[in-house]
């Protein structure tokens, strides 16, 4: 069974960085995407970045984030990092590791998610 486990939440002042894990198992070795995505409070789930087993790839599905988050992937250990820098207030949401399917669009797994909370 899929199992994914988030890590890295907390608070972070405004300009600060913060990174967040995934630790991903029961995945297909080798055939599988990973994507994050955030909710905030009233609104739904944005899709935020999405990686496949191989170093250096990785898309950005939000505008908001282009140019402030990484995100990036450690195959041998099966573990998504989405490295987030020049936080805003308005990146104030709970962020979830996802599975996404083989379409890229759906998620079929997704993590218990964590809090980030950028605030002064």
């Known amino acids: 069974q899929v199992q994914l486990v988030e890590s890295g939440g907390g608070s972070v002042q405004p300009g600060g960085s913060l990174t967040l894990s995934c630790a991903a198992s029961?995945?297909?070795?080798?055939?599988?995407?990973l994507s994050w995505y955030r909710q905030a409070p009233g609104d739904s789930r944005v899709r935020v970045a999405t990686i496949g087993p191989s170093p250096g790839g990785g898309t950005y599905d939000a505008d908001s984030v282009k140019g402030r988050f990484t995100i990036s992937i450690d195959p041998a250990k099966t573990i998504a990092y989405l490295q987030m820098n020049n936080r805003q207030p308005e990146d104030t949401a709970v962020y979830y590791c996802?599975?996404?399917?083989?379409?890229?669009?759906?998620?079929?797994?997704w993590g218990q998610g964590t809090q980030v909370t950028v605030s002064s």
């Open positions: 996802t599975r996404t399917k083989g379409n890229n669009i759906d998620a079929d797994y």
């Open positions: 029961g995945v297909t070795n080798n055939n599988y995407l």
